[in-house]
């Protein structure tokens, strides 16, 4: 919990920290909106080689960020390992024969309960995981003797394996994309971007700035309960709880002593900003003066250019 980055801000002084965050967000939406309409898997490769040079250009940690990836690693890799399995499109470029005898379920199901009792020793858990996966694969396809229960083949297609990187790079730029926007601007900062950038909405008597907060306070209170859990969890931790072993039942009570205080933290936490807010005079809907004015730069005007020319050219190539 402690590597998320997602919502969180990291003092610095590049380009990006000085670009106004209504150029940030017009242009997180271009460019991400750009990144669905790709349909070449080599410019979606090129899309993420520019993602990662923007990040070095403007010094954010790429380890910070891989670390805030980390967490969503499981979904990147489930995502990858459906579209290889069901995803039958295109030539088939590898053929694995499985043989499911007595002997091989029982290699096959020691493999897993090693890897069960050894992954928490293990400092890169997903190679490891990885690795595993491959074992299994090999126990069932070289042990072929004994009681034979049937046979099965596992396929792996060049649409599907093609699919499935070109969808996992592109929610990796997505949250790359999301994660540099939270980084560089400052929730204040985030909060009146969002109202601007939501004005046209009062045309249809939408309230902006209502909507603007409330994204705005979620974003910031992430990272304060992410906080809050890793807490509570080293504080139980110290009391003997360990929340990846035992059994199931006790998993669950685990989680519910987990939740609890959870949930009583974030309720102490909205009281405490609502308090905080009525003693400042907030009013939903009333007009308010602002400490910090947003000035609109060069550079903003180059940056949102540029988002846009990225935009329309990735259209033009997709409707040619």
């Known amino acids: 919990m402690k590597n998320i980055v997602i919502g969180r801000y990291v003092p610095g002084n590049s380009f990006l920290y000085r670009m106004d965050p209504r150029t940030k967000l017009i ?10 309409l790709i349909q070449s898997f080599t410019h ?12 070095v250009a403007g010094r954010i940690s790429v380890k910070r960020v891989y670390l805030g ?10 995502t990858f390992i459906f579209q290889v399995m069901f995803n039958q499109e295109g030539d088939e470029i590898f053929t694995l024969p499985l043989h499911y005898s007595l002997l091989s379920i029982v290699a096959a199901a020691a493999v897993v309960v090693f890897w069960f009792m050894t992954k928490k020793h293990v400092r890169f858990k ?12 090999a126990v069932l396809h070289y042990i072929d003797f004994g009681v034979l229960f049937g046979e099965g083949t596992f396929r792996v297609f060049e649409e599907g394996l093609s699919t499935a990187f070109f ?13 540099i926007l939270t980084i560089t601007t400052k929730p204040t900062d985030l ?8 004005k046209p909405l009062r045309i249809v008597r939408i309230n902006t700035e209502e909507i603007a907060m409330i994204i705005s306070i979620a974003l910031r209170y992430i990272p304060t309960l992410l906080d809050e859990a890793n807490k509570i969890m080293l504080a139980q931790a110290s009391r003997g709880v360990d929340f990846q072993e035992g059994k199931l039942k006790d998993k669950v009570v685990q989680i519910i002593s987990l939740l609890v205080p959870m949930f009583i933290i974030s309720f102490q936490r909205s009281d405490d900003l609502a308090n905080a807010m009525e003693a400042r005079s907030f009013v939903p809907g009333q007009p308010r003066t602002r400490l910090h004015v947003l000035t609109w730069k060069r550079l903003d005007t180059f940056a949102l250019t540029l988002s846009l020319v990225a935009l329309v050219a990735v259209i033009v190539v997709r409707v040619v």
Request: aromatic share 14%.
């Open 27 to 36: 242009a997180l939406i271009a460019l991400m909106v750009a990144a669905f």
């Open 44 to 55: 979606m490769l090129v899309s993420l080689a520019l993602v990662t040079l923007l990040l």
């Open 69 to 78: 990836l980390r967490p969503l690693m499981f979904l990147l890799f489930f």
């Open 126 to 137: 997903l190679f490891y995981f990885l690795f595993t996966v491959a074992a299994v694969f």
């Open 167 to 179: 969808i996992m790079v592109r929610l990796i730029i997505i949250i790359m994309l999301s994660t």
């Open 191 to 198: 909060n009146l971007g969002l109202e601007r950038v939501l």
